[in-house]
């Protein structure tokens, strides 16, 4: 089941990466709240927010292991582990393996979301940092009461 979850999301992210790479020039924007947020193509050679530029190879080689080890995880989990651990991993391998197909195709990562304040960022991001949130509710509020019930 998750393994779909994975699958979709990263289509997802490719395919919104491929309609702003046809349809925009690099470092285009375009305004959808003025001043808040836009749409501006640019490729990103490093990390989250640039760092790292230019090191794409080791980026990717990184991002890979990493993405390895949540999908070996999952699977040794398919069965027993709890629904909210499964989709934190899942979302965080979805963007792994959304921005890995890029470093590895492009040797730059499409970023898009630019709410002006903040670097710009894409859909495989979001899915990363949603993944890291809900593994953070899991690890501090789930997996204690978890923990309580077995120790009973």
């Avoid at 790292?52 to 989990?77: D, E, N, R």
Wanted: hydrophobic fraction near 55%.
């Amino acid at each position: 089941m998750y393994y779909i979850v994975i699958i979709a999301a990263v289509m997802l992210d490719q395919l919104v990466k491929y309609i702003i790479r046809v349809n925009m020039d690099l470092y285009e924007t375009i305004p959808i709240i003025n001043g808040v947020f836009h749409i501006t193509y640019i490729q990103n050679t490093g990390a989250a927010f640039s760092m790292f530029s230019g090191h794409t190879g080791i980026l990717a080689l990184i991002t890979v292991i990493i993405t390895i080890g949540i999908l070996v995880y999952l699977f040794k989990l398919r069965r027993g582990g709890h629904r909210m651990l499964m989709l934190s991993l899942s979302l965080i391998a979805a963007g792994g393996l959304g921005n890995i197909v890029d470093r590895v195709m492009l040797k730059y990562v499409v970023d898009f979301f630019d709410l002006r304040i903040w670097p710009i960022f894409n859909l495989a991001d979001v899915y990363v940092c949603c993944g890291c949130g809900l593994l953070v509710i899991y690890i501090f509020f789930i997996e204690p009461k978890l923990n309580a019930q077995r120790d009973i």
